[in-house]
C-alpha cells in the first residue's frame, strides 16, 4: 500500500493506526527542491514502499498488476513491429535475412530501453495518485527516446567492463546503476548526469538492490524453465511463451526501477509533494535541446 504519515511525534501504535493510502489526501503545488535542501514548510513523510528486505519487490509487483494493460500496451506498442520481423526472418534463413536479423536485433536492443519511460511515468502516477493516458505516456516517450537509447548504451558499456573486471565490479555497477532510466525521466538530467545520479541515490543501499534483482531474476529463469520443460522449446506455443515471458520480464524490471528510484528519493528526505510536481514537470517540459 503507498501510504505516508504525519510528521508529528507519534508512538508506533498511533503511526500504524494513521496510515492512509497516499492517493486519497490532497496535495499541495509548492516548487521543487534538489534532495539537499531542507523545505521551509513542515514537509510530509511518505514511504513509497514498506520496509523490509522485498519491500520495493512487493510494491514493484503491486503496481505491476493494477497497471498491467496499460504496461503491456505499451510494451507492445513499441516492440510487437520487431518481434514480427524477427519471427519472419526466421522462416527462411538466408544470407540477405540474417544481415537483416542481425540489424533488426540491434534495433531491438536499443527499441528495449524505451519502454522503461512509460513504466517510469505510470509508478509515479501510482505513488502521487493521479493517471496519465497511453497516448500521453507515448508522446513522452518518443520526447526522451534519443537520451534514454545513449543512457542504455552508456550503462550497458559500464556493465560489460564491471564485468570484465574480475566479476564483482559488475554486480556493484548493476545495483549502482538501477535507477539511471527514472533519474533522467523525472529529473530531466542528461545521461551521464543520470548515471552519476543513480549513483548517488543507491550509495548504502546497492546489495540491498542487487539483492531484489537477483530474486526477479531466479524467479523469471524458473518460470520460464518451467514452461520450456512443459511445452518445449521449438514451437509456436514455445514462441508465444518466450513472447509473453519476455514481456513480464520488461515489465517488471521496468517497473521494480521506477520503484526503486521513488523509495530511494523518499529515503533521502523528498516529500511527496515535490516528487508531485517533479514528476508534473517531467510530463509537460519539453524535448532537450
Known amino acids: 500500500m503507498l501510504v505516508r504519515r504525519s510528521e508529528k511525534p507519534q508512538n508506533s501504535g498511533a503511526v500504524a493506526a494513521n496510515r492512509v493510502p497516499l492517493a486519497t489526501l490532497p496535495r499541495r503545488e509548492i516548487p521543487a527542491l534538489n534532495d539537499s535542501t531542507p523545505s521551509a514548510a513542515p514537509s510530509t513523510r511518505w514511504h513509497p514502499a514498506p520496509d523490509g528486505a522485498f519491500g520495493v519487490l512487493g510494491e514493484t509487483l503491486e503496481i505491476a498488476r493494477r497497471h498491467w494493460a496499460k504496461l503491456a500496451t505499451l510494451y507492445l506498442m513499441l516492440l510487437a513491429p520487431l518481434w514480427i520481423v524477427q519471427a519472419l526472418l526466421a522462416i527462411d ?120 534483482l537477483f530474486v526477479v531474476w531466479l524467479g523469471l529463469g524458473v518460470v520460464d524453465g518451467a514452461f520450456t520443460m512443459v511445452v518445449g522449446d521449438e514451437n509456436a506455443v514455445a514462441s508465444l511463451v518466450e513472447l509473453l515471458l519476455t514481456l513480464a520480464r520488461s515489465t517488471i524490471l521496468g517497473v521494480f526501477a521506477a520503484v526503486c528510484y521513488v523509495d530511494l528519493r523518499a529515503r533521502t528526505g523528498v516529500d511527496a509533494d515535490v516528487f508531485a510536481t517533479e514528476l508534473e514537470r517531467a510530463k509537460t517540459a519539453p524535448p532537450r535541446t
Do not use: K, N
Open 93 to 212: 534463413a538466408g544470407i540477405a535475412d540474417a544481415v537483416l536479423a542481425v540489424v533488426t536485433g540491434i534495433i531491438y536492443y536499443f527499441a528495449s530501453f524505451l519502454p522503461g519511460i512509460g513504466a517510469t511515468i505510470l509508478t509515479g502516477d501510482a505513488v502521487v495518485g493521479e493517471r496519465t493516458s497511453v497516448a500521453r505516456i507515448w508522446t513522452i516517450t518518443w520526447r526522451d527516446a534519443f537520451d534514454i537509447v545513449v543512457l542504455g548504451c552508456l550503462a550497458g558499456l559500464a556493465l560489460v567492463a564491471g564485468f570484465l573486471c574480475l566479476i564483482v565490479p559488475g554486480f556493484v555497477f548493476l545495483a549502482a546503476l538501477a535507477v539511471v532510466g527514472p533519474a533522467l525521466v523525472i529529473e530531466r538530467l542528461t545521461p551521464t548526469d543520470a548515471m552519476r545520479r543513480s549513483w548517488e541515490l543507491t550509495r548504502g543501499s546497492r546489495w540491498r538492490i542487487f539483492f531484489q
